[in-house]
């Protein structure tokens, strides 16, 4: 069986219009799905140019496939199952700048390329004092912003146009914290007024929420889709079908990048938070709240948690009674978005792991339940039972009294360590700002009613909390 090569393409290989920091499976499925689609329909007629942002990558098994990979979209969808594939031809080549840095500072050169798009995670968009433009020559490791700056720079030296730059990165206003970074930089190595100018005023920066559940290479059945397919891919990457892209900033860019002719869920807005705190609440809260409780019912996935009658309630109430009355949006528009994210959470082809949904639970829950539960406290004066007894779960897995290990950052898990097995572990924890941002004992009853569910888990364990819970009102 041949590997996917050149031979497989039926699209022309148009000219490069993007640079793309990251390879990884969410922007391959992501932003290269979309490019694809474009393409298609002859509304784009651009390609991509990945960067590699870290000196190990995948760049090398792109090649080998001369950048192509198949998608495999598989999902519900409106109430539709969907199960399709196509081979994403969007990319036209790759560059390790760690290896050939002449290469990437060569796409600054290139008047075709308009748009930049970034996903180097939560943590890659920070700024290191120690990073230099000689370090960045010899191919050392350096940050994202560090590399783009000198990119920019190069760019700028050559009195070309501005990008279009648009990072992907979780993180909230993801472009305002890109331009800092490549600001500090530009005063770090003494760039120069004109180009912190012309940072400011020929580039844009974007802010972004982005939205779509990747789980990835589909491990488990590559041998039998190889076989099906005719052809061998290991770059394949699986994706549900829904995706939502909110783009914080100038609508021009819905001119540059035409995804809503291409039928793609684009929206382009002035403000995005709505949409970053819907994603939050609705989406990320109810997981936040699923994956101690369901696991210490021996639950394993979010699947599993849905197909379950009496924890589906208990994630469904907890959606519509404690957190949609309480966020700052339409109801209408949030219980429609709330059909469709537990439409998401059914999903029978993603096996989303609640031990995976468990890293970093703490500053989880600290960003997205403790902001509703809080809203909820203040609209009707009593404690969110289902929020609570999700805190109650993590302060006994936190407190070493499960089989889980905590999977969290270095710093919490070693509060956590030192606090566990203490007489007053509850409060200790509660009360500790540095876990949660503040002291969450100020707030009335909390304290006693996390108590009463942690010692209610000793005795009863989750489910039948949850069912009890499920049988009130």
């Known amino acids: 069986m041949d590997r996917l090569n050149n031979s497989f393409r039926k699209l022309p290989q148009y000219p490069n219009k993007v640079i793309q920091f990251g390879e ?50 598989e ?41 930049i798009f970034s996903n180097t995670t939560e943590a890659g968009i920070e700024f290191v004092p120690e990073d230099t433009l000689e370090a960045l020559k010899k191919g050392e490791k350096s940050s994202y912003p560090a590399k783009l700056t000198a990119l920019l720079y190069h760019r700028f030296e050559l009195g070309k146009k501005g990008f279009h730059i648009i990072p992907c990165e979780l993180i909230n206003h993801n472009g305002d914290a890109l331009k800092k970074a490549i600001l500090q930089y530009a005063d770090l190595w003494k760039l120069g007024q004109d180009f912190v100018d012309w940072i400011n005023n020929d580039n844009k920066f974007y802010s972004t929420l982005v939205d779509r559940i990747v789980p990835g290479y589909p491990r488990d059945r590559a041998a ?36 809503k ?49 009496d924890f589906y309630k208990f994630i469904d109430d907890e959606m519509h009674k404690e957190i949609i009355p309480v966020v700052p949006l339409p109801k209408e528009e949030l219980d429609s978005y709330a059909k469709g994210i537990q439409e ?29 539960y809080k809203r909820y406290y203040a609209k009707y004066n009593k404690l969110p039972e ?47 700002p540095e876990f949660w941002g503040e002291d969450l004992t100020k707030i009335p009853g909390l304290e006693d009613l996390v108590t009463k569910y942690y010692n209610e888990i000793a005795e009863k364990g989750t489910r039948a909390i949850v069912q009890e819970i499920n049988a009130e009102e």
């Open 24 to 73: 990884g499976n969410f922007l391959r499925a992501f932003i290269d799905w979309q490019i694809h689609q474009m393409n298609k329909q002859g509304l784009f007629k651009g390609g991509v140019q990945i960067v590699q942002p870290l000196p190990q990558g995948r760049i090398k098994e792109l090649d080998e496939q001369d950048d192509l990979y198949t998608v495999l979209l």
């Open 75 to 115: 999902g519900i969808l409106d109430g539709k199952k969907i199960q399709s594939h196509e081979i994403i031809e969007s990319i036209n080549g790759t560059v390790n700048p760690y290896t050939d840095y002449d290469k990437y500072l060569a796409l600054a050169e290139d008047d075709n390329i308009e748009v």
């Open 344 to 372: 998401r959470f059914e999903n029978p082809y993603v096996k989303h792991q609640l031990s995976a949904l468990a890293l970093n639970s703490i500053s989880k829950y600290a960003a997205r339940l403790l902001p509703n």
């Open 224 to 259: 039998d889709l190889e076989k099906e397919w005719g052809y061998k891919d290991q770059n394949m990457v699986k994706t549900e079908p829904f995706l939502i892209f909110v783009i914080e900033g100038d609508k021009e860019i819905e001119k540059v990048l035409p995804l």
């Open 261 to 309: 002719e291409a039928g793609i869920n684009l929206v382009v807005t002035d403000d995005m938070q709505p949409y970053r705190n819907r994603k939050v609440s609705i989406l990320n809260g109810p997981h936040t709240t699923m994956s101690p409780i369901g696991r210490l019912a021996g639950l394993e996935t979010v699947g599993q948690v849905m197909a379950d009658k």
């Open 386 to 432: 289902r929020m609570t007894l999700a805190l109650a779960a993590y302060m006994w897995i936190y407190n070493g009294k499960s089989e889980f290990e905590i999977n969290d950052t270095a710093d919490v898990a070693a509060g956590f360590k030192k606090i566990q097995g203490d007489d007053n572990f509850i409060h200790e924890a509660l009360s500790n």
